[in-house]
């Protein structure tokens, strides 16, 4: 069992930037991929990032490259998604997952533990 938990998001405005993280206890994560998701009120979750935990090898949704930033922090076990020139559209419940890393890195269903989400809110 892996236990996941964010921290980080609030609002800010368009052009500004915030840093979510996300802590990962219960088990070795070695063999799990890391990924951010977001979902909009009445929309499907969305993938945004996701890293592997093994290797550092990073993926990006085509809209946030650029600005985004994946990381992890193995001493404190932690992902962290740093988000710069934030838009309007980036506004989300943010959650973050861990999988197994021979899934696919966008698909939510790859995933097999969440995080209770945390909300950013970019104001235009």
């Known amino acids: 069992q892996v236990q996941l938990v964010e921290s980080g998001g609030g609002l800010v405005q368009a052009g500004g930037s915030l840093s979510v993280s996300c802590a990962a206890s219960?088990?070795?994560?070695?063999?799990?991929?890391m990924g951010w998701f977001r979902q909009a009120p009445g929309e499907e979750r969305e993938f945004v990032a996701a890293?592997?935990?093994?290797?550092?090898?990073?993926y990006y949704l085509d809209s946030v490259k650029g600005r985004f930033t994946i990381s992890t922090d193995n001493a404190k076990n932690t992902v962290n998604l740093q988000m710069n020139s934030l838009k309007p559209a980036d506004t989300a419940v943010y959650y973050c997952g861990a999988g197994p890393s021979r899934g696919n890195f966008f698909d939510k269903d790859a995933y097999v533990f969440w995080g209770q989400g945390t909300q950013v809110t970019v104001s235009s």
């Open positions: 219960g088990r070795t994560l070695d063999a799990y991929r």
């Open positions: 890293i592997n935990w093994s290797d550092g090898f990073t």
